[in-house]
């Protein structure tokens, strides 16, 4: 199956850092990735939509200056964590769907990366 | 707006004995229904998912859901659990309609199996 693949798994910083999350599909291109953020023992929040070459859509709440998304190639998109506080400390996870034909509805999730900001 | 409802927070049961957990969703147009499964600390595993054709639909490790368009619901079953299906589980849709079809998950369910 697909392969979508998150670094850092997890990752410690200073209050007041940024701090930069990679998901790549490693064996399919991905037109379309979505990052979310779980808190402890609760559900996946959408935070962003990101196409290929365009701007990232936000969800409503979500703001956008301090969650950066990059999404420049098919094969990776990037979060950023722009001054990172205490409350930012979460379960970032990433998933992406397939372009073309090989869109199958399906999302292929990474494996989370677990931000700590002390 | 599309949402999904997991009915129960927490299901213990007991090892060997079967287990439902439900999902209804509500979306005005037509979707495709995902469980999803997640151990502590980890990311998202496919269970199962529902695109079209037969209603009941086999995963895997044992799980089964069936879509009922009537009742909106796609609950998530196994006859028989394993210590090891302790878990979180994740019912999720995308409504197919506009650009993006972005995937909602429902609140989640603990399965807890006991010995």
């Known amino acids: 199956g697909a392969v979508v693949s998150q670094h850092p798994s997890r990752v410690i910083c200073k209050s007041g850092t940024s701090v930069k999350i990679e998901c790549r599909s490693l064996d399919f291109q991905a037109t379309t990735m979505f990052w979310y953020r779980q808190f402890p023992k609760q559900s996946l929040m959408l935070m962003a939509t990101?196409?290929?070459?365009?701007?990232?859509?936000?969800e409503q709440g979500v703001e956008k200056d301090k969650f950066l998304i990059n999404h420049a190639s098919l094969t990776l998109s990037t979060l950023t964590v722009t001054s990172a506080h205490p409350e930012d400390s979460s379960f970032y996870i990433c998933?992406?769907?397939?372009?073309?034909?090989?869109?199958?509805?399906?999302?292929?999730f990474g494996e989370g990366s677990r931000l700590t900001v002390l | 707006a599309q949402s999904v409802t997991q009915l129960d927070s927490q299901v213990p049961v007991f090892e060997e004995a079967p287990v439902e957990l439900r999902c209804n969703y509500s979306?005005?147009?037509?979707?495709?229904l995902f469980w999803y499964v997640q151990y502590p600390n980890q990311g998202l595993q496919l269970l199962l998912k529902?695109?079209?054709?037969?209603?009941l639909v086999k995963g895997i490790n044992g799980f089964e859901a069936e879509f009922n368009k009537s009742q909106t619901s796609f609950h998530l079953r196994k006859p028989s659990v394993h210590i090891s299906d302790t878990a979180e589980y994740f019912c999720?849709?995308?409504?197919?309609?506009?650009?993006?079809?972005?995937?909602?998950f429902g609140a989640g369910t603990r399965l807890a199996v006991h010995p």
């Open positions: 998933s992406a769907r397939a372009g073309g034909k090989k869109n199958t509805g399906e999302l292929f």
């Open positions: 529902y695109l079209s054709g037969s209603t």
């Open positions: 990101s196409n290929e070459g365009s701007k990232a859509t936000y």
């Open positions: 999720a849709v995308i409504s197919l309609s506009g650009g993006y079809n972005k995937l909602i």
């Open positions: 979306s005005s147009v037509s979707v495709y």
